[in-house]
T-cell receptor
């Protein structure tokens, strides 16, 4: 089955700096890669996703890049703000599994003013 | 549109007792997932339904866990008997087909289960 590795497990940045979270996956059939933000005690919220036919996608301060050859994808947050502090999860999936998500272990991001 | 609803939000039971969780997906979403999220970890799939049929239950501990989705809408997840290691947040998610062919999943608020 799919195995998703996520690094780092914790990340602390100053407000205004950039944050990068990296994930690798094992199943070459995976073709959909969403990122979720989870605040303490709340549900995971989809913040951005990318499909395998695209190498990069951007939405305001958030961008995701995908390298299919190397089987890794990354989340980039620019101009970080304290409200970006949360746990971020990457996931990988494909149609063969009915798009059931295989999650990484999460990255706890802390943005300090 | 209304989101995924789950109840109860919190449940505390003693080991060996039974418990049931309920999920109401977003209207029109054919696919429903139950995930288990242990503290400090990412969610792990327990079972996936397409309408009222099971697509994948390979990671469901069937000796104690059961789930059903009658009429292809609401779903219930049951644990009987509960063990200490079942303490976790149980998340329900639903998805509908997008024009791109993939399916964004929307999560409910979860049920936090504590087994003592």
């Amino acid at each position: 089955g799919e195995n998703v590795e996520q690094h780092p497990s914790t990340l602390s940045v100053q407000e205004g700096d950039s944050a990068v979270i990296k994930c690798t996956y094992s199943d070459s059939a995976s073709n959909y890669f969403p990122w979720y933000k989870q605040e303490l005690g709340k549900r995971p919220q989809l913040i951005i996703d990318i499909r395998s036919n695209v190498g990069e996608k951007k939405d305001q301060r958030i961008a995701v890049t995908l390298n299919k050859t190397a089987k890794h994808f990354s989340l980039h947050i620019t101009e970080t703000q304290p409200e970006d502090s949360a746990v971020y999860f990457c996931a990988a999936t494909n149609s063969n599994s009915g798009y059931a998500l295989n999650f990484g272990k999460g990255t706890s991001l802390l943005v300090t003013p | 549109e209304a989101g995924v609803a789950q109840s109860p939000r919190y449940k505390i039971i003693e080991k060996r007792q039974s418990v049931a969780f309920w999920c109401n997906p977003i209207s029109g979403h054919a696919t429903l997932y139950w995930y288990q999220q242990i503290l400090g970890q990412g969610p792990k799939l327990l079972i996936q339904f397409q309408n009222n049929g099971v697509v994948d239950d390979s990671q469901l501990p069937k000796d104690r866990f059961s789930a059903e989705r009658l009429k292809g809408v609401d779903s219930t997840l049951k644990i009987q008997p509960a063990k200490l290691e079942d303490s976790a947040v149980y998340l329900c998610a639903s998805s509908g087909r997008t024009s791109g062919g993939t399916s964004e999943q929307y999560f409910g608020p979860g049920t936090r289960l504590t087994v003592t």
